[in-house]
């Protein structure tokens, strides 16, 4: 037993095989044979780029959310401006500036880091990193949106609304209630 603060330990064992199975237009489905003790193992998953969300409060607590329809859970959920790391070499606080400017059309003066999360550590190797921003205001010009982004509908909302809906099991995406609880409990530090 040990007194050290609980954290996730990096290990890796030997990949004795790797291949694509599935080659996707956003992301692919990878299968791993893995050496793992006296034997091997074999794990698919989802090999994906990564993401950044945007966890933006205003002066008066309320947090932008945004509702855009997802066709893999059949909702027009409220989640946070979020995207994909699928630009090469991009940094991921430029990743999270460029997704609030071209979902919400909004800029911040002030950046910091949130939370970063593994969104199913069994099926899938995406982390998101999600980052605070204030001083919130809007861009020179609209961002033109296309495809599922093109209806999107952004709403300032209370953070203890936000809380209370997540509670409540009425709002179900993973990044939103993530950045909601971490915003929330840092607030009562």
Do not use: C, K
């Amino acid at each position: 037993m040990t007194d050290a603060p609980i954290a996730d330990e990096p290990t890796t064992f030997d990949v004795t095989d790797s291949s694509v199975v599935y080659e996707g237009v956003v992301w692919d489905i990878r299968r791993d044979t893995v050496a793992y003790g006296d034997g091997t193992m074999v794990r698919e998953y989802v090999d994906h780029t990564g993401a950044v969300a945007v966890y933006a409060e205003d002066d008066e607590g309320r947090v932008l959310v945004i509702q855009q329809y997802r066709h893999p859970v059949g909702l027009r959920d409220w989640e946070l401006p979020a995207g994909l790391l699928d630009q090469p070499g991009e940094d991921h606080l430029t990743a999270a500036q460029r997704e609030l400017a071209e979902e919400a059309d909004l800029e911040a003066d002030d950046w910091s880091h949130l939370v970063t999360y593994n969104t199913s550590s069994g099926g899938s190797d995406e982390f998101i990193e999600i980052f605070r921003a204030s001083g919130v205001r809007p861009t020179g010009s609209a961002f033109e949106r296309e495809a599922e982004e093109a209806d999107i509908v952004t709403r300032w909302v209370p953070r203890a609304e936000l809380v209370e809906a997540v509670l409540a099991g009425r709002l179900h995406n993973s990044a939103l209630i993530v950045a909601v609880l971490a915003a929330e409990a840092a607030a009562r530090r």
